[in-house]
């Protein structure tokens, strides 16, 4: 069991954080107009800057979340992305009724991704992980012709 959680954990918590990131990116893409709408109701300007940055960052540190690719800095990027968003589109404080108990989960829910996002920054990508094979990949990238076990000068 001890072995299992070890090797599929990391991927378990890596797939689970980064599908978040990678859906609302998408969305944002595919729902541009909307999103737009929304992020200037929430008084965000310029708004197309902000939701381009935001699609990138989603997007691309949500992919190398998923994949295990600079695991530790994607994460850390998305938990720092998280801070102002949550800031700004979860004011629970300044709602009330259903809407508070709403916008007060929401709230919630982004900093239990923030902890486990920073989780992540502490903990290894696993070995099932772009990272785990890093320093292979990138010494034939960097040596193509270097074969295992050969040391030329």
């Known amino acids: ?12 918590a890596r797939v689970l954080l980064a599908q978040a990131f990678l ?7 595919f729902n541009y107009s909307e999103t737009k709408a929304y992020m200037l ?20 540190a949500g992919l190398a979340l998923l994949l295990g690719w600079g ?26 009724g259903m809407q508070l108990q709403q916008q007060q989960i929401e709230f919630m829910k982004n900093l239990a991704i923030m902890g486990g996002l920073l989780g992540m920054t502490a903990a290894s ?8 094979h890093h320093p292979r990949w990138l010494e034939r990238l960097r040596h193509p012709l270097h074969r295992a076990g050969s040391h030329a000068a």
Do not use: C
């Open 1 to 12: 069991m001890n072995r299992w959680i070890t090797r599929y954990g990391p991927l378990a």
């Open 23 to 29: 859906i609302s990116g998408l969305n944002k893409i």
């Open 71 to 96: 695991t530790r800095a994607s994460a850390w990027v998305l938990a720092v992305y998280m801070v102002p968003v949550t800031l700004a589109f979860h004011q629970f404080w300044n709602v009330s």
């Open 125 to 132: 990508a696993g070995e099932l992980s772009l990272d785990a």
């Open 41 to 60: 109701s929430a008084g965000l300007a310029p708004v197309d800057f902000f939701l381009v940055l935001a699609i990138l960052i989603e997007v691309i």
